[in-house]
């Protein structure tokens, strides 16, 4: 028997390039790192939920912290995920590129517009080729 293999995303973009990023994993992982990460949200300094933006910006939960407390809680948290078997995932598109790979009308939940749209994202980005350290491809 196989186990279940899930993967969560996100997606960040400026004015030259389409990036996403995720981490994948098999089940009893991400239950095991979710009851570790609920874990820690919860412990001093304790916050609802993890937003990057917030944290860099120590705004909203992580308004009022110091930069040492924010750091110490960000490295507690990035270790959790390092200790973990995931295996990290990042893709990225010119912009230009990517705005021709979507038709906008649809949305995101429709779910064969989703895997049609992975698919083109797919192609278009492994036929980019990048120099290491350069940005963007």
Do not use: H
């Amino acid at each position: 028997m196989s186990a279940k293999l899930t993967a969560y995303f996100d997606e960040d973009s400026d004015e030259r390039v389409y990036l996403v990023g995720g981490w994948l994993g098999k089940d009893g992982v991400w239950a095991e790192l979710s009851r570790a990460w609920t874990d820690e949200l919860r412990s001093p300094p304790t916050i609802a939920y993890f937003k990057n933006n917030d944290a860099m910006g120590l705004k909203n939960q992580f308004a009022g912290w110091t930069e040492e407390s924010r750091d110490g809680k960000l490295l507690r948290l990035a270790e959790m995920i390092a200790n973990q078997e995931l295996v990290g995932l990042v893709g990225g598109v010119g912009i230009a590129k990517f705005k021709t790979l979507c038709d906008w009308t649809l949305p995101y939940a429709f779910p064969q517009y989703s895997k049609r749209f992975i698919a083109r994202f797919k192609r278009e980005a492994l036929k980019q080729k990048c120099k290491p350290g350069t940005r963007p491809c």
